[in-house]
Each structure stands twice: as C-alpha cells, then as structure tokens.
C-alpha cells in the first residue's frame, strides 16, 4: 500500500508542477490561475488520481486478497509489489512466497526439523 500512496503523491506533484509550468509559459501567477479555475484544478487532480488508481488496481486487488488470506489463516502475511507474490512470514521471521509453500517443517519445539530453509519448491 505505500507504493500507491508514494505514487498518488507522485501524481498530485506532477499535477501541479505542470500547471506550475502552464503558468510560468502563461506569464500568470500560479495562485491567482489556482484560485480563479479551481474547480478546474482540482478536477484535473481528481482525474490523475483515478488514472492511478486504475492502474495500480491488480496489485491493489492482489494486496487485500492477500491481507484476508493472512487473516483467515491467522498468520502474518504481505504482498510484494515488486515481486508480484503473496508472502507469508516463517518462524524465523522470513517471508517465502505463500503460493509455493506447501507447509514448513517444524520440530516439536517449533524450530525448524534441521538446519536448512526448506520452501516446499
């Protein structure tokens, strides 16, 4: 969720900072042009948003599939928008890809079996 957050921030700042330039090519102050098209202005913000919005809605759909996947499993999980995977985290505190994982080997303490990392690959 923060790289959308980072990417509407993004938007609301190239937003501006084209009708900064609009202004500056216009020989007008910027916030006379923002107060007297205002409506215009912050329409024009809403339309970025909702073209980011549109965008991003996969990784947005897959991050709260996953968020509720976590919670009906009672473990802690994420998704990774870089890697395009859910994630759920291990008792050594490591997330492996949650799809791909067929269950993790514990002792009876709650350690791992035995010394290596075993996915389910």
Known sequence: MIWFALFEFLGLIGALLLI???CRIRKQAFWSFIWQYLK???L???IVWAIIALICMKPLYNTAQCYFRGVSMHADTKYSW???ECQIKTKSG???????SRGLPEGP???PADDSDFYGY
Do not use: A, K, Q
């Not at 490591?94 to 791909?100: D, F, M, N, Q």
């Open 20 to 22: 900064y330039l609009y």
């Open 40 to 42: 215009w202005v912050l």
């Open 44 to 46: 024009g913000i809403l």
């Open 82 to 84: 870089y890697l395009g």
């Open 94 to 100: 490591s997330y492996v890809p949650l799809g791909r």
């Open 109 to 111: 303490d709650g350690e």
